[in-house]
């Protein structure tokens, strides 16, 4: 057993702070383990991280199996495509988005996005369709569809060509889009529905390969929408529907004067195709039920650009003495109501922003 004698002298004598710092030093490098080379976890240019040897990898994130809900999208009425039953100016689009669209775009565009009711802000401009679709991003993207304009020439030639014949005249000038429009039309080397061979130029600001999905989705809505309403076309065409209904009216009043003058205004000519209204006696058990129009209204859900606008209409509140300011607490309500609306509309769902 060792003596006080046999120590070292040293083991008694304080350290000063400068030894205990260098001891700590020497006890922590001992105690270091080897360490992975870190420079293998640093991003690389492009966005990815490489892999280690120790097996760490960048995990990617799953494609979400659906796009983004919408709330109030537009729908296809149909069950499976093509739809049975369509009009002549509806019929010929079915083969042009066959031509255009591959069949696995066609499958994917009717499964996950036309029947979900993936579209919103449909509208129909002169010479186009545009259209807001959600995919799987948070985000919608912007398509829009279009085929080739009727050129001015060709437009003059098919209104002298209507206005000469009184019976498709006075038949366009009541509401009604006669079959036989076509046909006159392609006289003139022109075409309302698309023609055999032709496709629709589609675009989108989606990074996919062109056409996609989004467009062929925007497609099969405008064919159930011109099956609905067939004037489309003239506004696809490249011309507004009202301004050829009004040329029309123009030429034919030319047509019928003696003296060459027509008056400014011509009020629009009764219905001349027999369609009678039924009697609202006869309407009363369905006078409140939703037609097929409800299907496609669109009620997008944005913040008003009038804040409150039915408490400014309703002035100050007439309960002066109640206990708390009735039209502060109704606006604090709409507030916190409409904010949790827009909320839940942007708000993403699970693995919703995987690329679409």
């Known amino acids: 057993m060792p003596t006080k004698n046999d120590s070292n002298p040293s083991d008694d004598k304080p350290m000063s702070a400068m030894e205990r710092y260098a001891a700590m030093q020497k006890r922590a490098k001992e105690a270091e383990t080897p360490k992975d080379d870190l420079s293998a976890y640093i991003r690389k240019p492009g966005g990815k991280r490489a892999s280690t040897e120790s097996g760490f990898t960048r995990r990617t994130p799953e494609r979400a199996e659906y796009p983004r809900r919408v709330r109030a999208g537009l729908k296809v009425g149909a069950d499976s495509w093509p739809p049975e039953g369509l009009s002549p100016f509806a019929a010929p689009f079915v083969g042009a988005i066959n031509g255009t669209f591959s069949e696995e775009v066609r499958a994917e565009a009717f499964r996950d996005y036309a029947q ?78 698309p023609a055999e061979g032709e496709t629709i130029s589609v675009t989108c600001n989606c990074n996919e390969a062109q056409p996609c999905k989004h467009g062929a989705c925007l497609a099969m809505l405008l064919t159930e929408a011109v099956d609905a309403d067939p004037f489309i076309l003239l506004d696809l065409r490249g011309i507004a529907r009202d301004q ?63 804040s409150y606008p039915l408490l400014r209409r309703l002035g100050p509140s007439p309960f002066e003495e109640g206990k708390f300011p009735l039209v502060g607490l109704l606006a604090t309500c709409y507030e916190l109501i409409s904010a949790e609306a827009l909320r839940l509309e942007s708000e993403p769902d699970s693995e919703s922003e995987t690329p679409d």
């Open 116 to 193: 979900r009711g993936q579209t919103r802000a449909f509208k129909i401009e002169v010479g186009a369709i545009k259209a807001e679709v959600q995919g799987r991003r948070f985000k919608a993207y912007e398509a829009s569809i279009s085929l080739e304009q009727v050129t001015i020439e060709q437009w003059e030639k098919v209104i002298d060509a209507l206005v000469s014949d009184p019976l498709l005249n006075a038949r366009l000038l009541s509401g009604e889009f006669p079959n036989e429009i076509d046909a006159v039309f392609r006289q003139h080397g022109a075409a309302l529905a």
């Open 244 to 306: 050829v209904i009004e040329r029309l009216r123009q030429r034919r009043a030319v047509t019928s004067s003696t003296t060459g003058l027509v008056p400014a205004f011509s009020p629009p000519p009764p219905s001349e195709t027999g369609d009678v209204e039924a009697p609202l006696e006869a309407m009363a058990g369905s006078f409140w039920d939703a037609g097929p129009e409800l299907r496609g209204l669109e009620i997008p859900i944005r913040k008003p650009e009038i």
